[in-house]
């Protein structure tokens, strides 16, 4: 037998849940000593539940979801109308099922009806479950590329792209809000072939829609080309979003609660 501190005996498990938030957890966990093992007076060790805890928070960083979402969650999407909530149930679906899905989601509608949001929520749920994910804004994504082939920058387009291929769930946001350039065609059919063939799943969002709107006179089509729409039909569920831009409608009405969690 080992020598056991004795305070591991006596620490009462509830302290751990009374420890402060992730942020401002301390160094070392009180349970298991940084050990990743609980000592349990009477029953030996146990996985310490500070490495749950830590294994999603590595999973939440390297998600990189932006700052900007922080509050974005399934119990903080506001369903306005039977367009939300088919989206909803579906993204909900989705982070419930996974893996045992065969397809992504392609979230479709104007700016501001929520997509991002459920987009992000997908992800975070999934990190809950264990699964590693990935979150890029698709113009940033062209941007890193770009400046991968600056010859002083030290890194390389596959280096930048290595991530996107191998993530498990990836979401890139905004497809088709670039301007379509040969370049940026060839780029975004490298990403969404590599991840068809590899059967990985991915979800989309775009501002753009499948039919052509009055007011409105680009449709995915024209943007991203008949081939790459194709393939994100068949490798995707689609879901079109409508309503007003909630940002704007809930300016109006209310000031938008401030997520307190
Ligand atoms: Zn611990």
Redesign the pocket.
């Known amino acids: 037998m080992f020598a056991v501190p004795n305070t591991a005996q006596t620490t009462p498990e509830r302290d751990?849940y009374n420890a402060p938030e992730i942020g401002e957890e301390p160094e070392v966990?009180?349970?298991?000593?940084?050990?990743?093992m609980?000592i349990v007076a009477g029953k030996g060790a146990r996985p310490?539940?500070?490495?749950k805890k830590r294994t999603h928070s590595n999973l939440i960083e390297k998600a990189r979801i932006p700052k900007r979402y922080t509050d974005c969650h399934f119990h903080s999407y506001r369903v306005l109308n039977p367009s939300q909530e088919r989206a909803f149930r579906f993204a909900s679906r989705l982070s419930m099922e996974y893996p045992a899905v065969d397809r992504g989601l392609l979230l479709m509608g104007t700016v501001g009806v929520g997509k991002t949001h459920l987009a992000v929520s997908i992800l975070k749920s999934l990190t809950e479950r264990g699964f590693s994910c990935l979150f890029y804004e698709f113009g940033a994504l062209l941007k890193s590329i770009q400046s991968s082939y600056n010859t002083v920058s030290q890194t390389s387009e596959l280096k930048v792209l290595a991530p996107i291929f191998d993530a498990e769930i990836l979401v890139l946001d905004e497809i088709g809000a670039s301007k379509p350039t040969d370049w940026v065609r060839d780029t975004m059919a490298n990403i969404i072939n590599t991840r068809y063939n590899d059967k990985k799943l991915t979800i989309f969002t775009t501002n753009y829609l499948d039919e052509r709107h009055a007011e409105r006179d680009e449709t995915l089509e024209d943007r991203i080309g008949v081939r790459l729409r194709s393939r994100l039909f068949e490798m995707c569920k689609t879901v079109s979003i409508t309503g007003e831009d909630f940002r704007r409608t809930f300016d109006q009405i209310t000031p938008i609660k401030k997520n307190t969690r």
Do not use: I
């Open positions: 751990f966990c009180a349970l298991c000593y940084g050990s990743g609980e310490c539940e500070c490495r």
